[in-house]
């Protein structure tokens, strides 16, 4: 099938390329990222490939549509970018990588939280200038205290397995249980015991109309005060603005995020030359207890192996009028 790859980097190109060697699909690369002025570099295209930041509106599938494309090929799990009844309408069929580099992004989680717990960035940066000095860098032990793990499935599962590993108390919460987490010791409880409990509050859930910003003024006055948020998953989870009035009041006491609910803006660009103009996400950054990386939990090799090769098997699977796993459906 001819493809159109919307939104690579020469990362993306080099393990998708990979993965389709011997050539079964014809590639053609594209840096902007989709959407109704881009859409037009996809006719004749009977599929187009996208990541997470492309807009898969109606409108652009309108375009997609009739210039011949019948497939659109996500390799990310998240698709809240697309349009699904659009799609449906215009006969075009979604499918997904859904669950690509979990130990990745559970990882990361720990990273965020072990960074934030210990002061390592400061204490880097510190000793590269010759200052040795303890005072600021206080941390605690994750031995004994408890985790509230927001979605447990595959990540939310790995992140309590690991959690557990430290000597750590995991409470969770899911629209459906895990047996596995709770084979490891995990409680499930309702949300507002989770958050009044919990001194560490982990977010692996996918962004629904139902958890749009999940984590508002009122939830974070249930939390514990001084509580550590972080969040892996998709940025819109979190209200910015109340998580920044929680730091303010220091009833958060540290937040680590991947994602931010405005990245589509700026995220995966380099912008050190230039000004942003988004205020809210300057302020993040003007708290000594927030850190924030750009979207990439996800982002090691395998995880983009285990993309370039499953992106390819659900190409063909509908090309070749296969049922393919990994297609999505507009809900009833």
Do not use: W
Request: net charge negative; with cysteine; aromatic share 10%.
């Amino acid at each position: 099938m001819k493809v159109a790859v919307f939104s690579t980097k020469a990362y993306d190109r080099q393990f998708l390329e990979a993965a389709n060697y011997p050539p079964q699909h014809e590639l053609v690369f594209f840096e902007p990222r989709l959407n109704q002025k881009t859409a037009i570099l996809a006719a004749s295209f009977p599929g187009v490939c996208v990541f997470v930041h492309d807009i898969v509106d109606a409108p652009t599938l309108k375009i997609l549509a009739s210039g011949g494309t019948r497939l659109i090929a996500l390799r990310c799990a998240g698709f809240n970018n697309v349009d699904l009844q659009a799609a449906a309408d215009l006969g075009i069929k979604v499918v997904r990588v859904p669950a690509y580099s979990p130990y990745g992004v559970a990882e990361h989680a720990v990273g965020l939280i072990l960074t934030l717990n210990r002061k390592i960035h400061f204490a880097h940066n510190r000793v590269r200038e010759s200052n040795f000095s303890l005072t600021g860098l206080l941390g605690f032990n994750l031995n004994g205290r408890t985790v509230g793990i927001i979605g447990t499935g595959k990540i939310g599962l790995i992140l309590g397995q690991i959690m557990k590993g430290f000597g750590c108390q995991i409470l969770a919460y899911d629209l459906y249980r895990n047996p596995e987490l709770e084979k490891v010791g995990g409680k499930y409880v309702e949300l507002p015991e989770l958050f009044a409990n919990s001194d560490i509050i982990s977010l692996h859930c996918p962004l629904t109309p139902e958890t749009h910003h999940l984590i508002n003024a009122q939830v974070i006055a249930q939390m514990k005060p001084r509580v550590m948020l972080i969040n892996t998953s998709r940025g819109a989870l979190i209200d910015t603005q109340a998580v920044i009035e929680g730091l303010k009041s220091r009833q958060i006491g540290f937040l680590g995020v991947d994602v931010y609910e405005q990245e589509s803006d700026f995220f995966f660009e380099d912008l050190s030359g230039e000004i942003i103009q988004d205020d809210v996400f300057q302020r993040l950054t003007t708290f000594p207890n927030v850190l924030i990386t750009g979207h990439q939990a996800f982002f090691t090799e395998e995880a983009l192996q285990n993309i370039a090769e499953t992106t390819f098997a659900n190409i063909s699977d509908i090309e070749q009028g296969r049922s393919c796993p990994n297609e999505i459906f507009e809900s009833p």
